[in-house]
């Protein structure tokens, strides 16, 4: 600790996911490769300052597909579509390239799996959030959302003997425990995913800033509002007994009153945040007087994600 006895506790693991990592690459590539102007449908990960960087590099990010003209590229979001969304496209002789993480995509497929079964699926996730649209899209029919805990009471199913949960892979671990076992109370046959869709990038930022909240007077999150997963890192801080917590995108968004009467901060980002945004939370907190930074790392990342296909390079004959 540092003589004024102001100190920051940044937590590793921290920022880029894997897919997250893969989705960029692939927006990046498909410019090199094909040009500008490259469409992307919806914003390729929850990040204001991703989002208008690559604007200024020659990205067209539309809501939908019908705004993408005839014959062009569309790129679709890390947070993965609906197969209405791939059949729209076909219909607009659009090129596509699918940067839905393989995490996601591995969702999907257990929903269609599930769907084929004739089971009745219980998706637990946010209500309007892309990636709960896309999966949902997979089985329209057999697929409930199931929005948080208090939500569970209002359910209806057809079969309590054939009914199974899956998620939204940026969720709260804890809520959706909750949820989960409010579920099984009402539906004691309810059976579990065949593994975890809640992702390990989520989970292990979740433990991370769960070990150093309870010594942290005030903890930083860097993400954007509409990112779910940097959103969750709020309550779990604040759950975990951070005295305060906020999210910023950038470090220009630091109100100083914020650290009236703190010793500690934990730092933290979401896993759609690159890290030069999180270096310019430091270089201010240091102006502020906390240029003392701890490390708390809970674990080591090292998984990647090969691109999408129609951007590796070609095999060389022989
Ligand atoms: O946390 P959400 O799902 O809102 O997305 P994000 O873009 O902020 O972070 C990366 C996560 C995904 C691409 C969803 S799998
Ligand atoms: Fe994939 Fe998880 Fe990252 Fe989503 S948060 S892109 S599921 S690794």
């Known amino acids: 600790m540092s003589d004024s006895g102001k100190r920051v506790l940044l937590a590793e693991p921290r920022g880029y996911c894997a897919g997250v990592d893969r989705a960029i690459e692939t927006v990046e590539r498909a410019l090199e490769k094909h040009g500008a102007p490259v469409y992307v449908r919806k914003e390729i990960v929850h990040n204001k300052h991703v989002v208008e960087t690559l604007t200024e590099r020659g990205v067209i990010f539309v809501e939908e597909t019908d705004e993408v003209p005839e014959g062009a590229l569309v790129v679709f979001s890390a947070h993965g579509v609906s197969p209405a969304v791939h059949a729209s ?8 390239i699918d940067a839905a993480c393989p995490l996601v995509t591995k969702v999907h497929q257990e929903a269609k799996r599930f769907a084929r079964d004739d089971y009745e699926i219980l998706l637990i996730g946010h209500d309007g959030h892309e990636e709960v649209e896309g999966t949902a899209g997979e089985a329209p029919e057999h697929i409930q959302l199931v929005d948080g805990p208090d939500s569970v009471d209002s359910l209806e199913v057809r079969d309590e003997s054939k009914l199974v949960w899956l998620s939204q892979t940026t969720l709260s671990v804890d809520e959706t425990m909750e949820t989960v076992s409010r579920l099984r109370e ?44 940097s959103v969750r890192l709020v309550e779990v801080a604040l759950q975990a007994g951070a005295r305060a917590s906020h999210l910023v995108d950038y470090a220009r968004d630091i109100d100083e009153a914020w650290l009236d009467g703190v010793s500690t901060v934990g730092v933290t980002s979401g896993a759609s945040v690159p890290e030069v945004l999180v270096r310019g939370v430091l270089d201010r907190l240091a102006e502020y007087g906390f240029g003392t930074v701890e490390t708390v790392t809970t674990a080591n990342e090292t998984l990647t994600f090969a691109l999408p296909r129609e951007l590796r390079p070609a095999r060389s004959a022989g």
């Not at 496209?89 to 596509?96: M, S, V």
């Not at 004691?188 to 909240?213: E, G, H």
């Open 89 to 96: 496209a076909a219909q607009r002789n659009l090129r596509t």
């Open 186 to 229: 009402r539906f004691p046959q309810l059976q579990d995913p065949p593994s975890d869709d809640i992702c390990y990038a989520t989970q292990n930022r979740q433990v991370a800033v769960k070990a150093m909240a309870p010594d942290c007077d005030l903890v930083i999150v860097v993400g954007s509002q509409n990112s779910s997963n």
